[in-house]
């Protein structure tokens, strides 16, 4: 299982080059692994086209290096401190994209003024306070900021976004969402202001995305 989830979270590392929510060695996603007080991230400052599942590294709950041989991502103590802390959250992921990091860089909130967002994070996508790179402080201010919240993306202050999801894909499609919309929205106020979404209007859409949208297994 451990070997499996290695796999999937180095593909989905590709995603994040893909999309341009990364530059250089920047980002990281992580998985938790099943059943175990465990979780697999990217290994710290190695290229996207370097990483290979065996060069991403298990760690403990605690953020200590379980298996691998490389030094695991800066990121390290906030995903495991949001693992700790949020047993329902499966993936976590990190990246600093341009238009995402530059609402975080304004200290200010991407509000709900497009359908796409409505859908994927049931209102505003908010910001989490600023917080040193190394230590729990991170991961504090996610848990704080995201719990109760239906957002599965926050923008930490003067740093960038760290999303969540019941999945690492799930976290990463967030990410590529929160960049999205982050670009739409800032365009959007070059030419005025953004038309908010009706409160009502937004639950509606929301509910109607998590749990019609798609295809769903017919009993």
């Avoid at 938790?32 to 996207?48: A, C, H, N, T, W």
């Avoid at 926050?154 to 990410?175: C, D, Q, W, Y």
């Amino acid at each position: 299982m451990i070997e499996e989830l290695r796999e999937t979270v180095c593909r989905l590392h590709a995603e994040l080059v893909r999309y341009n929510l990364v530059a250089w060695t920047a980002g990281n996603v992580s998985g938790r692994v099943p059943g175990e007080d465990l979780f697999v991230i990217k290994p710290s400052g190695v290229s996207y086209d370097d990483l290979t599942p065996e060069s991403i590294v298990v760690c403990d709950l605690d953020g200590n290096l379980v298996k691998g041989s490389l030094a695991p991502s800066s990121d390290t103590a906030a995903h495991a401190y949001v693992y700790r802390h949020m047993p329902e959250v499966n993936g976590v992921v990190h990246t600093h994209s341009t238009y995402a990091s530059a609402w975080a860089a304004r200290g200010e909130a991407i509000p709900c003024v497009l359908t796409a967002m409505a859908d994927e994070f049931g209102g505003d996508i908010p910001v989490g306070p600023f917080a040193l790179i190394g230590g729990d402080d991170i991961g504090k201010g996610i848990v704080e900021t995201l719990t109760g919240h239906r957002s599965p993306a926050v923008l930490m202050r003067n740093h960038g976004v760290f999303t969540i999801g019941e999945s690492p894909k799930a976290a990463v499609k967030a990410a590529v969402m929160c960049e999205d919309v982050a670009r739409t929205v800032h365009v959007s106020r070059q030419l005025g202001e953004p038309v908010p979404i009706a409160r009502d209007d937004v639950d509606s859409l929301y509910d109607r995305y998590q749990n019609v949208y798609g295809q769903r297994s017919h009993r």
